[in-house]
Nanobody, 124 residues
Framework: QVQLVESGGGLVQAGGSLRLSCAAS????????MGWFRQAPGKERQFLAA????????YYADSVKGRFTISRANAKNTLYLQMNSLKPEDTAVYYC?????????????????WGQGTQVTVSS
C-alpha cells in the first residue's frame, strides 16, 4: 500500500496561486495513478484532476480546467497541483488519492488510498 501526505495549503487572496504537494511513501509511487479531490463544508467530495502513472494522460474537471495543473515527479514520489486564478469558491480541504492502476487517468478510477487533506482558503 501507499501512504499519502498533502502539504502546501493556506490562505490566499482571490486571483492568487498555490501549489499543493502530496508526498507518497510505501509501495512504488509510479505504480499508481494519482488524483486530487476537494471537499467544502456541507458539500460532497469533488473530483478535480487525475494523472496516469507515467503522466502520459491527465483529466480535469470542467470547474478547474485551465486554472489547475496536475503533475507528478516519480523520482521524488511526489504529486503536485498548481492552482492559479483562485476564487473564493475554491475554498475547501484538498485531498490526494491513489489508484492501483496503470490505465489512463479518469475520474472513476478505484481511488483506494487517501491523504489526510490540506486546507485551502481563498479570501475575496
Amino acid at each position: 500500500q501507499v501512504q499519502l501526505v498533502e502539504s502546501g495549503g493556506g490562505l490566499v487572496q482571490a486571483g492568487g496561486s498555490l501549489r499543493l504537494s502530496c508526498a507518497a511513501s510505501g509501495r512504488t509511487f509510479s505504480s499508481y495513478a494519482m488524483g486530487w479531490f476537494r471537499q467544502a463544508p456541507g458539500k460532497e467530495r469533488q473530483f478535480l484532476a487525475a494523472i496516469s502513472w507515467s503522466a502520459y494522460t491527465t483529466y480535469y474537471a470542467d470547474s478547474v480546467k485551465g486554472r489547475f495543473t496536475i503533475s507528478r515527479a516519480n523520482a521524488k514520489n511526489t504529486l503536485y497541483l498548481q492552482m492559479n486564478s483562485l476564487k473564493p469558491e475554491d475554498t475547501a480541504v484538498y485531498y490526494c488519492a491513489a489508484a492501483d492502476t496503470l490505465g489512463a487517468a479518469t475520474p472513476t478510477l478505484p481511488w483506494r488510498y487517501w491523504g489526510q487533506g490540506t486546507q485551502v482558503t481563498v479570501s475575496s
